[in-house]
């Protein structure tokens, strides 16, 4: 393998990266390549110290996955990532399949999650509309109450949720960065 194909697979592999940051990274492993070249040291030896341009492509695949949770925060970057770092090791493939399946077992408590909260906080135009229709004299002080019971614990809700939410995707890059940390130490040995 010489440099031009070295550099082929690596462009090839890294498909979710945009233009310009692509061409950033191709240019750096150029880099590599002259700065080798000026130690007197062929394509092979040089391709040698760089690794697998295939593992170095899923790599930088995962690491800009990651990267875009952080930004995007996105259901779908999340499972860029996901998909990203399951190519790494067999190892995260069976574990991000268990997961899939547990947030599928979770799926009805989330959806039921998102549908009562909402409904929760916006009961008071619900009974609001309710007097409109039937006429406020079928509304009494035990739906009043029961209107603001719902909206305190949908805002408890909302609030409970937002905090789980934040703190479970922290808790994902962060296992994200871990097991790329953990792929670059088995790569060095």
Do not use: Q
């Amino acid at each position: 393998m010489n440099k031009e194909e070295y550099l082929r697979i690596i462009k090839k592999g890294i498909k979710k990266v945009d233009a310009k940051e692509k061409e950033d990274i191709l240019n750096e492993y150029e880099s590599h390549f002259i700065s080798g070249y000026k130690d007197n040291k062929d394509d092979t030896e040089i391709i040698k110290e760089l690794g697998n341009p295939i593992k170095v492509a899923k790599e930088i695949n995962a690491v800009n996955s990651i990267y875009k949770i952080e930004k995007e925060k996105s259901v779908k970057s999340i499972f860029s990532a996901a998909f990203s770092i399951m190519g790494l090791s067999i190892f995260n493939l069976f574990l991000i399949i268990i997961s899939f399946f547990i947030f599928l077992l979770l799926l009805p408590f989330v959806l039921a999650y998102f549908i009562a909260v909402p409904i929760m906080i916006f009961s008071p135009i619900i009974l609001l509309v309710m007097g409109c229709i039937n006429g406020f004299d079928t509304i009494n002080t035990g739906d009043i109450f029961e209107v603001i019971k719902g909206v305190v614990l949908g805002i408890i809700l909302a609030f409970i949720g937002y905090f789980i939410a934040k703190y479970f995707l922290k808790l994902l890059v962060l296992y994200l960065n871990w097991n790329i940390d953990v792929y670059k130490k088995e790569k060095l040995k």
